[in-house]
């Protein structure tokens, strides 16, 4: 199992970051993708990614924070792009939904990176909440079609998926996927199921978005990368499938997409 999206730098992990970690490799885990969404916690993703074989980092600005997006925070995250452990530009992209920066300064921080992603031929871990089709517009408007990446913590429907399956980009699912019911009250499946079941097997990714978004049964908990196991299960039960298919296919996909074997 790969946790493609893991905060173990974060406070939450302060007091046993070492074990939590030995636990999700000796439960299994294979790698984990350590995610930076500002300066800060780049540095200290790839500080990890640095002293551990199997963690990898991301460097980028969360669009929470796109105010801080200069030129001085921009040469920083392209000087730690260059390391080979840095794998990916992100968390990048738009949130709406809490709108903790301007609108149109979250569009200008995400194209600066997107850009400075082109350039270094980086993949993309793009954080996208209630602007799905901003974020669509803004990478279709790009004339080059060379972006590859993840749309982390995916909870669009399934034209959107469609769209961006579309653009070449794999889905992230993270523990949300296990907060719904098989059926509602009417007898209807939640859409997120439609998606994960129409999804190319090839194309999807599992992710903790920890210490957030603890997946079912340890829902309401701090989350951790040995919980991704419960967001694999989930989506094997969904798509009826053996587990060990998802746990292989995910792996597969995410050493492809951040080119984890070099
Ligand atoms: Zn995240």
Not at 96 to 111: C, H
Not at 198 to 208: C, F, G, R, S, V
Request: charged letters at 30%; proline letters at 3%.
């Amino acid at each position: 199992m790969i946790d493609s999206h893991a905060h173990t730098d974060f406070k939450e992990f302060d007091d046993d970051r070492e074990e939590v970690i030995k636990r999700f490799f000796e439960g299994g885990g294979e790698k984990i993708i350590n995610v930076g969404c500002d300066l800060k916690s780049s540095v200290r993703s790839y500080e990890l990614a640095k002293n551990n074989e199997n963690i990898f980092a991301s460097a980028g600005i969360h669009p929470h924070d796109a105010d801080t997006v200069d030129k001085n925070s921009l040469r920083k995250i392209e000087e730690l792009v260059q390391h080979y452990k840095v794998i990916a530009v992100g968390e990048i992209g738009l949130d709406y939904f809490r709108n903790l920066s301007p609108q149109e300064k979250q569009i200008e921080a995400f194209r600066l990176q997107l850009e400075l992603a082109d350039n270094h031929k980086m993949p993309l871990i793009i954080h996208c909440r209630d602007a799905y089709n901003d974020l669509i517009d803004i990478l279709k408007s790009y004339q080059t079609n060379s972006w590859r990446g993840v749309i982390h913590c995916f909870g669009g429907s399934q034209k959107i998926a469609e769209e961006f399956l579309e653009l070449g980009f794999y889905i992230g699912f993270t523990g949300t996927i296990t907060y719904y019911k098989d059926k509602s009250k009417l007898g209807n499946e939640p859409e997120i199921y439609r998606v994960i079941k129409n999804m190319p097997l090839n194309k999807i990714l599992i992710e903790t978005d920890c210490p957030y978004l603890a997946p079912v049964p340890e829902r309401g908990k701090r989350n951790e990368p040995l919980f991704v196991r419960y967001v694999a299960e989930k989506v094997a039960h969904i798509r009826n499938v053996d587990f060990k298919e998802i746990e292989k296919a995910t792996s597969e996909n995410a050493i492809r997409l951040f080119n984890l074997e070099k």
